[in-house]
Nanobody
Framework: VQLQASGRGLVQAGGSLRLSCVASGRTFSNYDMGWFRQGAGKSRVFVGAISGSGSSTYYAESKRGRFTISRDNAKNTVYLQVNSLTPEDTAVYYC??????????????????????WGKGTQVTVSS
């Protein structure tokens, strides 16, 4: 599966942003989808994930509340909504796809072990 993320690159602090990621190549609903981000000089970190059907989501503890992941399987697209942006949200945001989460582990699996397929990432800069 190929992934391409996009979204507004420069936003002001306090505002909101919605990133999109379009998938191609395989049946989109077969994949759990996730978002990660990487700030300058920092490691890539997990933001959250959504199941293939869209019925369940999981977020990293520090991301709960301001981040919302959704998907539209008819459009092969997953979204990341971020509210109340701060300069600390400045990062390259990556969408990813996975298939390996065991049923008894759930989407938290991807926080611990990552995902199999990655897009190139899109830069988000939050100005103060």
């Amino acid at each position: 599966v190929q992934l391409q993320a996009s979204g507004r690159g420069l936003v002001q602090a306090g505002g909101s942003l919605r990133l999109s990621c379009v998938a191609s190549g395989r049946t989109f609903s077969n994949y759990d989808m996730g978002w990660f981000r990487q700030g300058a000089g920092k490691s890539r970190v997990f933001v959250g994930a959504i199941s293939g059907s869209g019925s369940s989501t999981y977020y990293a503890e520090s991301k709960r509340g301001r981040f919302t992941i959704s998907r539209d399987n008819a459009k092969n697209t997953v979204y990341l909504q971020v509210n109340s942006l701060t300069p600390e949200d400045t990062a390259v945001y990556y969408c990813a796809a996975g298939t390996r989460a065991p049923e008894n582990y759930g989407l938290r699996y991807y926080e611990d072990y990552g995902m199999e397929y990655w897009g190139k990432g899109t830069q988000v800069t939050v100005s103060s």
